[in-house]
């Protein structure tokens, strides 16, 4: 699969994903929706990183990290809180999040590789 398709699934599954839990709670935050307004924002990289624009690449890949660190305290406070639906949640959500971000390193590796051996 393409590093552009899983950062374009990531994207769907932080905005559907982080949709589902902000009008699903009983009392909503403005700061379940930050998954959200950050799969959109991945979601507007996905041309840039097609087109192995590396700037935009490289920002879909900070952005996805500080997505990583960011969805561990939610994920504490669900086990905390005993809600296992949202620790769920949480959970696909950094699963996602790492998958995407595994890709793209190795997107990263393969272009350098490709790169030294054409200087070659």
Not at 51 to 61: G, Q, R, T
Not at 86 to 102: D, G, I, K, Y
Request: with cysteine.
């Amino acid at each position: 699969m393409k590093v552009y398709s899983v950062s374009m699934y990531n994207a769907l599954v932080l905005i559907l994903v982080g949709l589902w839990g902000y009008m699903g709670s009983l009392t909503p935050s403005p700061t379940a929706l930050i998954p959200v307004f950050a799969g959109i924002l991945l979601l507007s990289f996905v041309k840039g990183v097609k087109a192995e624009n590396k700037v935009i690449s490289h920002l879909a890949v900070l952005l996805t990290f500080v997505l990583i660190i960011a969805l561990i305290k939610p994920l504490i406070g669900a086990i905390g809180r005993g809600d296992n639906g949202a620790a769920a949640r949480v959970a696909v959500m950094m699963l996602s999040c790492t998958v995407s971000m595994v890709y793209f390193i190795q997107s990263f590796i393969a272009v350098r590789k490709a790169r030294n051996n054409a200087a070659k």
